[in-house]
């Protein structure tokens, strides 16, 4: 099997993972559709401030999840399309943007194939974006970023906003358990995608938190793929991306190890008691 082919059977594992853990993550997170409706927005001021002025411009959101990033968006004023491996999330967010009364279009593909094929119906967008929980399910980095290059109009930016590498460096109750150097790039976990919403109900949205499926556990194994923050920024001004914007932040989303302390905008920062370190980071590249 070539290397293409073993990174496209991984991809088609975390399909199926995600596929179950989709319908978990939701099951807790209320009425989306009347949040949106009544003004709501997912967006976080990292992601604002990354992304600028959007209205009246074309922007995709690759591996949108369930659509509510790409629906908040849509709602700034953009012409979005959210791209998604996960059946699922995309059926979710396709009704999840008509009970909102916003226009939003949604693709299930696997991001190279969707990159791919835009590419050859001459496809270009303003704004490519993504967020959060991103780049650890791409398999080639320099593929990716390619394809991010070839969908973009010129003086067109990519911004991504992601949890930094070095938070695999400690577990959740901030004992110090791994390098940050990778000494395998593929990560398998046999529990899945797991329903991390349960972990921090009420936290990681700002959805009301309703209990749903619980006791969930993943029947499909997931495979993620391991980076430092060099190999990425590399792999992203290596597309002939400039990267003009690149900031390491001190606070995370949702309750991902103990005793954090929440702050606005739906984020938490390390107890007092342990030394800052970055947990996100973002970045804005800019095409030449």
Same mark, same amino acid.
């Given at each position: 099997?070539?290397?293409?082919?073993?990174?496209?059977?991984?991809?088609?594992?975390?399909?199926?993972?995600?596929?179950?853990?989709?319908?978990?993550?939701?099951?807790?997170?209320?009425?989306?559709?009347?949040?949106?409706?009544?003004?709501?927005?997912?967006?976080?001021?990292?992601?604002?401030?990354?992304?600028?002025?959007?209205?009246?411009?074309?922007?995709?959101?690759?591996?949108?999840?369930?659509?509510?990033? &790409?629906? @908040?968006?849509? !709602? %700034?004023?953009?012409?979005?399309?959210?791209?998604? $491996?996960? =059946?699922?999330?995309?059926?979710?967010?396709?009704?999840?943007?008509?009970?909102?009364?916003?226009?939003?279009?949604?693709?299930?593909?696997?991001?190279?194939?969707?990159?791919?094929?835009?590419?050859?119906?001459?496809?270009?967008?303003?704004?490519?974006?993504?967020?959060?929980?991103?780049?650890?399910?791409?398999?080639?980095?320099?593929?990716?970023?390619?394809?991010?290059?070839?969908?973009?109009?010129?003086?067109?930016?990519?911004?991504?906003?992601?949890?930094?590498?070095?938070?695999?460096?400690?577990?959740?109750?901030?004992?110090?358990?791994?390098?940050?150097?990778?000494?395998?790039?593929?990560?398998?976990?046999?529990?899945?995608?797991?329903?991390?919403? &349960?972990? @921090?109900?009420? !936290? %990681?949205?700002?959805?009301?938190?309703?209990?749903? $499926?619980? =006791?969930?556990?993943?029947?499909?194994?997931?495979?993620?793929?391991?980076?430092?923050?060099?190999?990425?920024?590399?792999?992203?001004?290596?597309?002939?991306?400039?990267?003009?914007?690149?900031?390491?932040?001190?606070?995370?989303?949702?309750?991902?190890?103990?005793?954090?302390?929440?702050?606005?905008?739906?984020?938490?920062?390390?107890?007092?008691?342990?030394?800052?370190?970055?947990?996100?980071?973002?970045?804005?590249?800019?095409?030449?």
């Amino acid at each position: 099997m070539s290397d293409l082919q073993s990174a496209r059977t991984l991809r088609e594992a975390n399909r199926r993972s995600w596929n179950a853990a989709t319908r978990a993550h939701n099951s807790h997170k209320g009425d989306q559709a009347r949040y949106f409706r009544e003004g709501g927005s997912t967006l976080r001021p990292e992601e604002l401030g990354l992304l600028g002025e959007v209205r009246d411009l074309r922007v995709v959101h690759l591996l949108c999840n369930s659509g509510q990033d &790409t629906v @908040s968006i849509a !709602r %700034l004023g953009a012409d979005v399309t959210g791209v998604d $491996i996960s =059946d699922e999330a995309i059926v979710f967010a396709t009704q999840l943007a008509a009970e909102a009364g916003v226009a939003a279009t949604f693709v299930r593909a696997d991001v190279y194939d969707w990159l791919e094929a835009a590419a050859e119906r001459e496809e270009q967008f303003d704004v490519v974006f993504s967020s959060y929980g991103v780049v650890h399910w791409i398999s080639d980095l320099d593929r990716w970023s390619a394809g991010i290059a070839a969908i973009l109009k010129a003086g067109g930016r990519f911004v991504l906003v992601d949890f930094h590498p070095a938070e695999r460096m400690f577990s959740r109750d901030w004992r110090y358990i791994g390098d940050y150097f990778p000494r395998e790039r593929v990560d398998s976990l046999a529990e899945g995608v797991i329903d991390y919403i &349960t972990r @921090s109900p009420g !936290r %990681l949205s700002p959805f009301t938190y309703e209990a749903g $499926i619980e =006791d969930f556990q993943n029947p499909h194994p997931s495979h993620l793929f391991r980076y430092t923050l060099g190999q990425i920024v590399t792999a992203i001004g290596g597309a002939g991306l400039r990267i003009e914007v690149l900031e390491e932040y001190p606070h995370t989303i949702a309750m991902r190890f103990d005793r954090m302390r929440e702050i606005a905008g739906y984020r938490v920062l390390p107890p007092e008691d342990v030394p800052s370190a970055p947990l996100l980071y973002g970045l804005r590249a800019c095409k030449r």
